[in-house]
């Protein structure tokens, strides 16, 4: 079946401009996680969606980082007046969670490339 | 101090070598762990979750010392297309769900 897809795959903007990344999870998986990976960085937490649940933005690293889950599936997330150091690949997971708020694996998107010139 | 630490390499292993890779994490009270792999350019994969008791699965064994808070990954008869980057990844509590933190990862490259 489908996995976890991304666009753009690639984004290249300026220095103040807004962006916006979508993710499309796993058909049935409720659980989004979004991530960015700066170069030679681990995997840093933005922000996690589980059902009709009020969101987990406690990793979103300003004000100007966003991010909305309609209808439960296809998520954007959203850079505003981005700066330099927001250049990063941004990932994103789903899973299907099990009984006791547990997660289940996460699987991955092929991630979306941000340069901020 | 950070929350998963790993070496990050990188291991450079003729084909064939046994390579092991070491893992450090500071919250005891995480309560699962996991072995991702990821391809230069590539999104991470689950490579195999870590049991207390050990696990193996084929050429690949990782273990887990919650006493030192420590996790290992070895990989027996190394092949070319073991090159990657080995991210440790422990999961813990965090505001009522289960967050993943990912170590930084270590680098292998197999060589003929």
């Known amino acids: 079946g489908a996995g976890v897809s991304q666009s753009p795959s690639n984004k290249v903007t300026e220095k103040g401009k807004d962006v916006e990344l979508r993710c499309d999870p796993i058909s049935g998986h409720t659980a989004l996680y979004w991530y960015r990976q700066s170069l030679g960085q681990g995997l840093e937490f933005l922000i996690y969606?589980?059902?009709?649940?009020?969101?987990?933005k406690s990793g979103l690293p300003s004000d100007r980082f966003s991010a909305e889950r309609t209808g439960g599936s296809v998520s954007t997330l959203t850079i505003q007046r981005t700066q330099q150091e927001d250049s990063a690949v941004y990932l994103c997971?789903?899973?299907?969670?099990?009984?006791?708020?547990?997660?289940?694996?996460?699987?991955f998107g092929p991630g979306t490339r941000l340069t901020v010139l | 101090r950070k929350e998963v630490e790993q070496d990050p390499g990188p291991f450079n292993v003729p084909e064939g070598a046994t390579v092991a890779f070491n893992c450090t994490y500071s919250n005891s009270a995480s309560q699962s762990f996991f072995w991702y792999r990821q391809d230069c350019r590539k999104e991470p994969k689950l490579l195999m979750s870590v049991y207390s008791s050990g696990n193996e699965d084929g050429r690949f064994t990782a273990q887990l010392n919650r006493a030192s808070q420590y996790i290992s990954l070895l990989i027996r008869d190394s092949k070319l297309s073991d090159s990657a980057t080995y991210l440790c990844?422990?999961?813990?509590?965090?505001?009522?769900?289960?967050?993943?933190?990912f170590g930084t990862g270590t680098r292998l490259l197999v060589s003929p």
């Open positions: 990844v422990v999961k813990g509590m965090n505001t009522g769900f289960q967050k993943l933190v």
């Open positions: 997971a789903s899973s299907f969670p099990l009984a006791g708020g547990i997660t289940d694996t996460q699987y």
């Open positions: 969606f589980q059902g009709n649940s009020a969101p987990d």
